[in-house]
């Protein structure tokens, strides 16, 4: 059995001078949301194994203030074929990983992130920022994973537990 965890980018900042959008930072809301997330699924005990993120600094940075506020062990990867993907390129890569890691987190973006809920389990999902998404298929390798195989297991948004102290 693999796991799959979808973490989309928290808040970015859109007030901020910056040159191209892959530079485009997380807002204080973003940071937050970011710290939150980490702490809840540490609380959850879900760490995931492996996290590669995509390289636009918004996911770069959400992975990384997730990781160090829920103390992840996890090993964590950047990776350009994240940024601007689609599902079915994003199957490709992950079709592409090593057996090792059973549950997997991507850190990326919108549209792609709620096409690939949909596209793997069937949900009609949408992913606002910071929400996570994890999926389970009834595979040993991952280059067996296939769209419509999966379960959604649960989608998570900060907005739930802004009242919770984590």
């Keep these: 059995m693999k796991r799959l965890i979808l973490f989309r980018h928290g808040k970015s900042d859109w007030d901020v001078s910056f040159a ?11 940071v937050r949301a970011a710290r939150q997330m980490g702490k809840l699924l540490s609380k959850a005990s879900r760490i995931p194994d492996l996290v590669v993120a995509s390289t636009a600094v ?6 990384e203030i997730a990781m160090e506020a829920g103390q992840w062990s996890s090993q964590l990867r950047l990776s ?6 689609s599902p079915s390129r994003v199957l490709l890569f992950l079709q592409q990983l090593h057996d090792d890691p059973q549950t997997v987190m991507l850190v990326g ?3 792609t992130w709620s096409g690939l809920v ?11 920022t910071a929400a996570m998404a ?4 009834p595979v040993a390798r ?10 959604l297991l649960w989608l998570l948004q900060p ?3 802004r009242h919770f102290s984590l």
Excluded at 58 to 63: G, P
Excluded at 120 to 126: E, K, L, P, S
Excluded at 142 to 151: P, Y
Aim: net charge positive; charged share 30%.
């Design 20 to 30: 191209k959008d892959h530079a485009r930072p997380l807002a204080g809301r973003g």
């Design 58 to 63: 918004r996911a770069r940075s959400t992975a």
């Design 109 to 111: 973006h919108e549209p």
């Design 118 to 128: 949909s596209r793997f389990t069937g949900a009609n999902a949408r992913m606002p």
């Design 159 to 161: 907005k739930f537990f």
């Design 134 to 137: 994890a999926m389970q298929f």
């Design 142 to 151: 991952w280059k067996d994973l296939r769209f419509g195989s999966g379960e």
């Design 80 to 85: 350009d074929d994240l940024y601007a993907s």
